[in-house]
């Protein structure tokens, strides 16, 4: 997919439709203490708010609605995962009687795991990374001649850009938005929005400094590999970028961030303590590399997508105490 082939108005309103009859569209609010804390407006857009705590479960509602219009439904999808994709792939498969197998690596967190076998998914852990678990995804769809869903495609991007839709609609004035990139469906999906209805937001794209390779690849213009050394962020925590999502964030973000662990946790913190919801790693990332450029953001209206809530409550537990 390319920059000239994003999802238009008519087709995001379509998913919109699709979605809506899974959810209603998530809430977003303007956080006063968040707002003080940034020194500027801050509008927090909600997808912690979804029936799997995460924005994923858009896409793949519109992937399997996609399948279905053109009569090509599977008898069973692969795929792979740190948790949020495969809890999504795994929702909208069940809804539709297919049968659902999700890769993750070894190590992946407990309760992501439990919530997609909830979902009736069957979980094989393979790799030590994401992007060894897509490997291995690959090769079992082949062998069992299943679907192989990807994590980027322009029917996953097409269903999340209906929160963009709502956020961008429910907050016309927003200046500029900040977004996590993980393998880039919801960076994406904002630059398709914001092309969609002539907005004039600049998207601001927010990669774990600990796993650069968008960063990189966008720096060097093709896909470039790098290690992924984030133990907090795993919904960034991709080692090699995708050519497609690569193509429309070149052309339609307004720049990059790296944030820290360090940067991350402490944003963990922040969510919670000024608007007491719930952040994974990389649904505070957005407010992580806005806090970064806090003194650039004086009289702006910043928007923020808190896109997952999805942490261990270990974790969460260990982020809160070591402050």
């Known amino acids: 997919m390319s920059s000239d082939n994003l999802p238009t108005l008519a087709e995001i309103e379509a998913a919109a439709q699709v979605v809506y009859r899974e959810f209603q569209p998530t809430p977003q609010y303007r956080w006063a203490l968040l707002s003080e804390r940034l020194g500027t407006d801050c509008w927090v857009k909600h997808e912690n708010h979804t029936p799997v705590g995460a924005f994923k479960i858009r896409g793949g509602l519109a992937f399997f609605d996609q399948l279905k219009a053109r009569g090509e439904l599977p008898r069973e999808v692969v795929s792979a995962t740190r948790g949020n994709h495969?809890?999504?792939?795994?929702?909208?498969?069940?809804?539709h009687g297919v049968r659902c197998t999700i890769v993750v690596p070894r190590g992946n967190s407990v309760e992501k795991n439990a919530a997609m076998r909830a979902l009736g998914v069957e979980l094989i852990e393979h790799g030590d990374d994401f992007t060894e678990s897509a490997d291995h995804a690959r090769r079992l769809a082949e062998e069992r001649g299943a679907l192989m869903v990807p994590s980027f495609h322009r029917d996953l991007v097409r269903g999340v850009a209906t929160y963009w839709l709502e956020f961008l609609r429910a907050v016309p004035q927003l200046d500029l938005a900040y977004v996590p990139i993980g393998l880039g469906s919801g960076a994406s999906a904002a630059i398709a929005a914001r092309r969609a209805l002539g907005h004039a937001v600049r998207i601001v794209g927010v990669v774990s400094s600990h796993a650069t390779t968008y960063a990189d690849s966008?720096?060097?213009?093709?896909?470039?590999e790098a290690p992924v050394g984030t133990c907090i962020a795993d919904g960034m925590a991709v080692r090699r970028a995708d050519p497609q999502a690569l193509a429309v964030l070149a052309g339609g973000l307004d720049h990059v961030v790296q944030v820290s662990d360090a940067e991350v946790a402490a944003a963990m913190r922040a969510l919670y303590a000024d608007t007491h919801n719930l952040a994974e790693g990389a649904g505070a990332a957005a407010l992580a590399a806005a806090l970064q450029e806090r003194a650039a953001l004086r009289g702006r209206c910043v928007g923020l997508a808190l896109t997952g809530a999805n942490?261990?409550?270990?974790?969460f537990a260990e982020v809160l105490l070591n402050q």
């Open 218 to 224: 966008l720096a060097a213009g093709h896909v470039v």
């Open 311 to 315: 942490v261990d409550a270990g974790m």
């Open 86 to 95: 495969g809890q999504s792939i795994g929702w909208a498969a069940r809804a």
